[in-house]
């Protein structure tokens, strides 16, 4: 492990790092961006920021489209709220686009003197958009390879996981002081669970026993956290869960790199976190949690799915309210140490994700 070739410290803070990461790993792959929960009816939208650069996705009567969320005009953003539903229209001086991001109104249009026809030139940049099961991708990068070759493996991962998911029953963005890579690095590795979630993962039976069923593909991992055999009082869960349509007996994670985290804990509720980056010390963890589909419509009864959601959505930001405490303290120390991380045998996920980023930014 000592020999492995890891990332610096100092690829942790400040402006030079982040803008070797936003053109050589955010302009350049698939980046995830939503989920089609999202964006169900006409006209709904969500937007992200990476290192600030803009991004809406946006429902055209069914059809989903991404665009650079800024005005062709002088520049505003677009849409300025999380998530909504509306007509794609500035609202600094009301200009409204079709779903090429041509403009489709412009007030006192008389007034503008262009010799491009029908104002062909000024369109909201449009970005490559790709659906894997419920899951959304954009690219800056207009030569990317198809999603399949990016995701290999991982392609088929995703729509297994899609045929998993149900409704999705909480949304939030939190800001957390620490870089992107260290929110990575934290998730794809069990090893810290008994220190800092004894009550919560460990205490349900998880991280007890190594990691196992491990997969590589590109920078994406996927691995196994299994529980201990006599994890029974866990199991006493809510009787109903048996009827899940997909299952496994292990505290399950995925890794889509650059900016994808799932986790399923035994496929009873599913989390999607999605990394956007702010700056180099700064990343928003969208969190969205889902409940998993039942097998041939059997239907929960309410008021026990109610508690179950409640409790999901209590020891899920519980757990990540933990790891957030522990790592801002990691992010603050980087500037201080100069040698690379000591991992062992439990962490080697995090060394094909290193691997992958300085192959990526080399
Ligand atoms: S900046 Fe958008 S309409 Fe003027
Ligand atoms: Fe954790």
């Known amino acids: 492990?000592?020999?492995?070739?890891?990332?610096?410290?100092?690829?942790?803070?400040?402006?030079?790092?982040?803008?070797?990461?936003?053109?050589?790993?955010?302009?350049?792959?698939?980046?995830?961006?939503?989920?089609?929960?999202?964006?169900?009816?006409?006209?709904?939208?969500?937007?992200?920021?990476?290192?600030?650069?803009?991004?809406?996705?946006?429902?055209?009567?069914?059809?989903?489209?991404?665009?650079?969320?800024?005005?062709?005009?002088?520049?505003?953003?677009?849409?300025?709220?999380?998530?909504?539903?509306?007509?794609?229209?500035?609202?600094?001086?009301?200009?409204?686009?079709?779903?090429?991001?041509?403009?489709?109104?412009?007030?006192?249009?008389?007034?503008?003197?262009?010799?491009?026809?029908?104002?062909?030139?000024?369109?909201?940049?449009?970005?490559?958009?790709?659906?894997?099961?419920?899951?959304?991708?954009?690219?800056?990068?207009?030569?990317?390879?198809?999603?399949?070759?990016?995701?290999?493996?991982?392609?088929?991962?995703?729509?297994?996981?899609?045929?998993?998911i149900n409704n999705n029953f909480y949304f939030d963005d939190?800001?957390?002081?620490?870089?992107?890579?260290?929110?990575?690095?934290?998730?794809?590795?069990?090893?810290?669970?008994?220190?800092?979630?004894?009550?919560?993962?460990?205490?349900?039976?998880?991280?007890?026993?190594?990691?196992?069923?491990?997969?590589?593909?590109?920078?994406?991992?996927?691995a196994d956290y299994p529980k201990i055999d006599d994890a029974s009082t866990e199991n006493k869960i809510l009787k109903y869960l048996q009827n899940r349509e997909f299952q496994h007996e292990t505290f399950r994670h995925y890794f889509i790199f650059p900016n994808l985290l799932i986790s399923s804990t035994e496929a009873t509720s599913i989390y999607v976190g999605n990394i956007l980056p702010i700056n180099s010390e700064k990343t928003i963890l969208r969190k969205r949690f889902y409940d998993s589909k039942f097998k041939n419509d059997f239907e929960p009864k309410k008021t026990i799915h109610d508690a179950f959601l409640e409790m999901v959505k209590i020891s899920i930001n519980k757990i990540l309210l933990e790891d957030k405490v522990v790592l801002e303290q990691v992010q603050k120390n980087m500037p201080f140490v100069n040698q690379t991380y000591f991992l062992g045998t439990e962490e080697k996920r995090i060394v094909q994700f290193h691997k992958k980023y300085l192959e990526t930014i080399s």
């Not at 990016?150 to 995703?158: D, Q, R, S, T």
């Open 174 to 222: 939190d800001v957390q002081k620490i870089n992107w890579k260290i929110v990575v690095e934290n998730v794809i590795e069990a090893y810290h669970c008994p220190a800092i979630h004894q009550e919560t993962l460990y205490g349900m039976g998880f991280c007890r026993k190594p990691e196992a069923n491990d997969e590589y593909y590109n920078g994406h991992s996927v």
């Open 1 to 164: 492990m000592q020999s492995q070739k890891l990332i610096h410290p100092s690829k942790y803070f400040g402006i030079e790092i982040q803008k070797i990461e936003f053109e050589k790993i955010f302009s350049n792959n698939w980046i995830f961006a939503a989920m089609e929960s999202d964006l169900t009816e006409n006209n709904s939208y969500l937007t992200l920021e990476i290192f600030e650069y803009p991004i809406v996705i946006r429902n055209f009567k069914g059809e989903l489209k991404a665009f650079q969320n800024i005005c062709p005009h002088r520049f505003n953003k677009i849409h300025t709220e999380t998530k909504g539903n509306g007509i794609f229209i500035c609202k600094y001086h009301n200009w409204s686009f079709d779903k090429d991001g041509k403009p489709k109104t412009i007030p006192q249009k008389h007034t503008f003197d262009t010799n491009c026809n029908e104002f062909n030139c000024l369109k909201v940049k449009s970005l490559s958009l790709a659906k894997v099961g419920k899951f959304i991708f954009f690219t800056l990068n207009p030569n990317a390879p198809t999603i399949e070759s990016y995701l290999g493996i991982f392609y088929f991962k995703l729509l297994e996981i899609s045929n998993a």
